[in-house]
């Protein structure tokens, strides 16, 4: 299949070649998403501990990679051991042979509702700020992070692009909201040609689209990189478009004779630039982003109801019983803000149709207020 031969050339990093100084611990585990199976990575830092919310940041692996290579090769373990954030390795499904993202490739495989139950399903365990959820990725990985700019808006606070672009199959896309996105791209990029092609967009185009979709200044502040590493046969240069609705930006970071690799890593594919860490940088352009910005009523805090009022089963299944109250508006929100269900009057709340994962409940009668969290099983 020609899109999925040319997303990424194969990525064989050796594992154990690269040896990097890391702190923390790698939990393997898996969670079922879409009645499948799907395996993940997850990088949490010595210093994490359960009382402080942290920033949680999902890094995709290229086409023909997997979650054990991305993690070693991008090397953000450093980082997240002294900002203090929880990164994420999905793994990729492999229907022909080769893992990869279906960022509307026209596979099965519902990308989109994996990462998004992982999110959830790393809340239930993880004292994680949904306020400051990322994206970042690697080719394909790139790709499927600006897939979920279109259509997982309302979860995710920003992304990163390394040697992605997106498909001009979906390049007309409109989130409904300012969306801060960078992009890093070599203009020797022989996978995903800096220009584009037949499949994917020209990367000045993407910058420009995000640019005018967020309002940011028509003109960039241009930085040129300080050329630290004379031996890496590339410069780079630094576009930032700021001013953009409610903070947002676009940044671009356009290696002038960078192959399809990612700048600061070992030198394994193409040619590496040396004269930053893209990982660096993609965290420094995270931090100052949060959903709230963009998405209003993300989460809601929880408080105590009232005493004569109670809530039972939780966890629930199917009905979510209310007892003590029958004047009561009741309204269920999902983690981000929007309301799923609406009752007035009402004993009970049939959640069967909602996903897995976790809820609040707000009770409002009279002039009191009260929200409960409650788990979907």
């Not at 004269?275 to 805090?301: M, T």
């Not at 809530?311 to 929007?338: M, Q, R, W, Y």
């Not at 409940?361 to 009191?368: A, E, F, P, V």
Request: proline fraction near 4%; charged fraction near 10%; include cysteine.
């Amino acid at each position: 299949m020609r899109l999925k031969k040319i997303i990424l050339a194969s990525l064989f990093l050796i594992t154990g070649l690269f040896c990097f100084g890391q702190s923390g611990v790698t939990v393997i585990d898996s969670i079922m998403s879409n009645n499948i199976m799907r395996k993940y990575r997850l990088y949490v830092p010595t210093i994490y501990t359960a009382s402080q919310s942290v920033p949680l940041i999902l890094n995709l692996h290229g086409y023909t990679s997997n979650a054990l290579q991305q993690q070693f090769y991008s090397n953000f373990m450093p980082i997240a051991d002294t900002a203090n954030f929880l990164m994420v390795y999905p793994e990729g499904k492999a229907p022909l042979g080769n893992q990869y993202w279906n960022a509307g490739f026209g596979g099965t495989e519902n990308d989109v509702l994996f990462m998004s139950d992982l999110i959830d399903s790393l809340k239930l365990n993880y004292n994680i700020d949904l306020n400051s959820v990322y994206s970042c990725g690697m080719s394909n990985g790139g790709i499927m992070s600006y897939y979920l700019a279109c259509n997982l808006p309302n979860r995710i606070a920003a992304i990163a692009s390394v040697t992605g672009s997106m498909l001009n199959s979906w390049f007309t896309c409109a989130p409904s909201r300012p969306f801060p996105i960078m992009e890093i791209h070599g203009t020797a990029d022989g996978t995903v040609n800096y220009l584009g092609d037949g499949t994917f967009a020209p990367i000045d185009s993407v910058v420009k689209k995000w640019s005018s979709h967020n309002n940011c200044n028509s003109a960039p502040t241009t930085f040129s990189v300080p050329n630290i590493s004379i031996t890496d046969n590339s410069t780079v240069l630094h576009y930032v478009y700021s001013g953009g609705t409610s903070g947002s930006s676009v940044e671009l970071y356009k290696v002038i004779g960078g192959g399809h690799s990612w700048p600061g890593a070992f030198a394994f594919l193409g040619n590496t630039n040396q004269d930053f860490s893209a990982s660096v940088e993609i965290w420094r352009f995270f931090r100052k982003y949060k959903l709230g910005q963009f998405v209003p009523n993300v989460g809601l805090s929880e408080n105590t109801f009232a005493h004569n009022i109670k809530v039972f089963p939780n966890p629930v299944t199917e009905k979510l019983f209310i007892e003590g109250t029958s004047d009561a508006n009741s309204k269920v929100f999902n983690l981000v803000g929007e309301m799923m269900i609406e009752k007035n009057n009402a004993n009970s709340i049939d959640v069967t149709a909602l996903n897995s994962g976790i809820y609040f409940l707000q009770i409002t009668s009279g002039n009191s207020k009260s929200v409960i969290k409650f788990i979907k099983n």
